[in-house]
């Protein structure tokens, strides 16, 4: 069975960096495209980072872009996000995403609805 499990969060200060990972079990990387989004009280879940399952096509959401950077390692099945510069408004619940190639992509690779599977998310808290 599928699962996803994410590690790497924690506290942060302002300017800090931390590395997240998602770990994929039950199923081969390869297969999958990936998604970072975050959740925080009161607004909707935001995408962040986006890696297709070449990997040579990468996306970033507009808060996040030249800050943050995502990556894969088929070999390890693993996927990154390394998060540097972090801003307190970068606090959340982290969640990794993976869409099976069959499963059809939607038009935004931010859509929540393009992905089947999700982790249980990590803590990011960026303060002094």
């Known amino acids: 069975q599928l699962q996803l499990a994410e590690s790497g969060g924690g506290l942060a200060q302002p300017g800090g960096s931390l590395r997240l990972s998602c770990a994929l079990s039950g199923a081969t990387l390869e297969y999958y495209r990936f998604a970072w989004f975050r959740q925080t009280p009161g607004k909707e879940r935001e995408g962040v980072a986006y890696?297709?399952?070449?990997?040579?096509?990468?996306d970033y959401g507009t808060s996040v872009e030249g800050r943050f950077s995502i990556s894969r390692d088929n070999a390890k099945n693993t996927v990154y996000l390394q998060m540097n510069s972090l801003k307190p408004e970068d606090t959340g619940v982290y969640y990794c995403a993976a869409a099976h190639a069959r499963q059809p992509p939607q038009q935004e690779v931010f859509n929540p609805v393009g992905y089947g599977n999700w982790g249980q998310g990590t803590q990011v808290t960026v303060s002094s």
């Open positions: 890696i297709s399952r070449s990997g040579r096509t990468i």
